[in-house]
């Protein structure tokens, strides 16, 4: 039973930082792609980041790069997002996501790609 388990959310000024964690438990496979969302209030789910944590390949969303990162831990199954510069339009839920049975990460945002959710953190830019 694979669970996603976000952290690090919180208030921040404009033009602050923030980092995210997501650690994950119950992955079979070494490798898996796992990835970053944001939901506004009243919006639908957008992609962040995502990353294969078998090689390491990063992926971004427009509207976030140039000012987050995405990266995995030693061990990977942490998933981190490191979001500098942020932006009050960054305000909302960030949830972890992940694929299931170890496929690649795909070349889109789609979540129906995504199995596997955690709960969200709340990330607040005034």
């Known amino acids: 039973h694979v669970q996603l388990v976000e952290s690090g959310g919180g208030s921040v000024q404009a033009g602050g930082s923030l980092r995210l964690s997501c650690a994950a438990s119950g992955y079979t496979y070494n490798r898996n792609c796992m990835a970053w969302f944001h939901q506004a209030e009243g919006k639908l789910r957008e992609g962040v980041a995502a990353?294969?944590?078998?090689?390491?390949?990063?992926s971004y969303g427009e509207t976030v790069k140039g000012r987050f990162t995405i990266s995995r831990g030693n061990r990977k199954n942490t998933v981190y997002l490191q979001m500098d510069s942020l932006k009050p339009e960054d305000t909302g839920i960030y949830y972890c996501?992940?694929?299931?049975?170890?496929?690649?990460?795909?070349?889109?945002?789609?979540?129906?790609?995504?199995?596997?959710w955690g709960r969200g953190t709340q990330v607040t830019v005034s």
């Open positions: 990353i294969d944590t078998g090689t390491g390949t990063p």
């Open positions: 996501a992940g694929i299931p049975f170890g496929r690649p990460c795909p070349s889109d945002f789609d979540t129906r790609h995504y199995g596997f």
